[in-house]
């Protein structure tokens, strides 16, 4: 079983949805919570962030960390065109050793029709 | 100016070959990092340095060796190149692993191993 379960979708929706991407995890000591965001053949970019459980808002887009549960969220909302891409969810431990490491979800593609 | 940058962009070679991937950072970052994604997306970290040390080392087979000249270039160099080693590898980079810290990634090295 992998440490961070994502659907991979893909996910299609009419321009204006609302987008709802989940991941659940197993590791409880994961406290950092990340959503990347990857455009077809481009590199993955940072989209949100978020320590420990909560909720942070940036614009359309709406982060939730629900740490009793182990799983978390990106809301998009009014979702255009331009939000086509895969979103991949990652996180990682606060643990020294760990130097850094983020443990990724599979990734959800979206595609988002005018 | 690109911030991570990754050479060559596309890699196209037979099995059994030696070949390199080079990685430059120009954010003063004094974190280095590669991930492989395979070809259903799922991105997982394969090594770490911070400062030029090897700090992750991920059970990569050791026909992969990395090497870190200074702090903002890292080196991948793949022996004997089998056909699983087909994906995208990226680099990126990070101020520290504290937790906090942005992963920038690079734009990917596509490798396709025939």
């Known amino acids: 079983q992998k440490e961070v379960e994502q659907d991979p979708g893909p996910l299609s929706v009419p321009e204006g949805a609302i987008v709802s991407l989940n991941c659940t995890y197993s590791n409880s000591a994961f406290q950092y919570f990340m959503w990347y965001r990857q455009y077809s053949r481009k590199g993955p970019e940072l989209l949100m962030y978020t320590y420990s459980s909560g909720n942070k808002e940036d614009g359309r887009f709406t982060a939730q960390v629900d740490k009793s549960s182990k799983y978390i969220s990106l809301f998009i909302r009014d979702s255009q065109p331009s939000d086509s891409a895969t979103y991949l969810c990652?996180?990682?431990?606060?643990?020294?050793?760990?130097?850094?490491?983020?443990?990724f979800g599979q990734g959800t593609e979206l595609s988002v029709k005018p | 100016d690109t911030a991570v940058s990754q050479t060559p962009k596309y890699l196209v070679t037979q099995m059994g070959n030696d070949k390199s991937i080079k990685c430059e950072q120009n954010?003063?970052?004094?974190?280095m990092y590669w991930y492989k994604q395979d070809s259903k997306k799922f991105l997982k970290i394969m090594f770490s340095y911070n400062n030029k040390e090897l700090i992750i080392n991920e059970t990569v087979p050791n026909r992969f060796s990395p090497k870190s000249p200074d702090k903002a270039h890292l080196n991948l160099h793949i022996n004997s190149l089998e056909l699983g080693d087909s994906a995208v590898y990226f680099c990126a980079s990070s101020q520290g692993t504290g937790g906090r810290e942005t992963q920038y990634f690079g734009p990917g090295t596509r490798l396709l191993v025939l």
């Open positions: 954010l003063g970052h004094d974190t």
């Open positions: 990652a996180m990682r431990t606060t643990l020294a050793n760990q130097g850094g490491k983020l443990i």
